[in-house]
């Protein structure tokens, strides 16, 4: 099975960026779209970004749009989500998680994707 690991979180301050990592492994990669997810405190696990399998199509949250960029570097295996203008609510938990179908446009649901990483926590202080 493909295995996602997500770097780069800790503790930020607000107005400040962070970028973080998603590396996986498999050589089918570039096959599938990638996804970014959050889950804050008590709350549920929600939609953050997301990369079509070719890399041409992003999508992101309401709540993300403008500030957050998603991308992803085929040749490392790596997808990124580069976090700038953070909030004190985007403190969460961050997973990457891979779609469930090669060579498609992703949804935003969780339950179509079915391999997540362990995830990454995100501090943002006032």
């Known amino acids: 099975q493909v295995q996602l690991v997500e770097t780069g979180g800790g503790l930020v301050q607000a107005s400040g960026s962070v970028r973080l990592s998603c590396a996986a492994s498999?050589?089918?990669?570039?096959?599938?779209?990638m996804g970014w997810f959050r889950q804050a405190p008590g709350k549920e696990r929600e939609f953050v970004a997301a990369i079509s399998w070719s890399g041409d199509y992003t999508y992101y949250s309401e709540s993300v749009k403008g500030r957050f960029t998603i991308s992803r570097d085929n040749a490392k295996n790596t997808v990124y989500l580069q976090m700038n203008s953070l909030k004190p609510e985007d403190t969460a938990v961050y997973y990457c998680?891979?779609?469930?179908?090669?060579?498609?446009?992703?949804?935003?649901?969780?339950?179509?994707?079915?391999?997540w990483g362990q995830g990454t926590q995100v501090t943002v202080s006032s």
């Open positions: 998680a891979r779609y469930g179908v090669n060579y498609a446009v992703p949804t935003i649901r969780l339950n179509d994707y079915p391999s």
């Open positions: 498999g050589r089918t990669f570039s096959k599938y779209a």
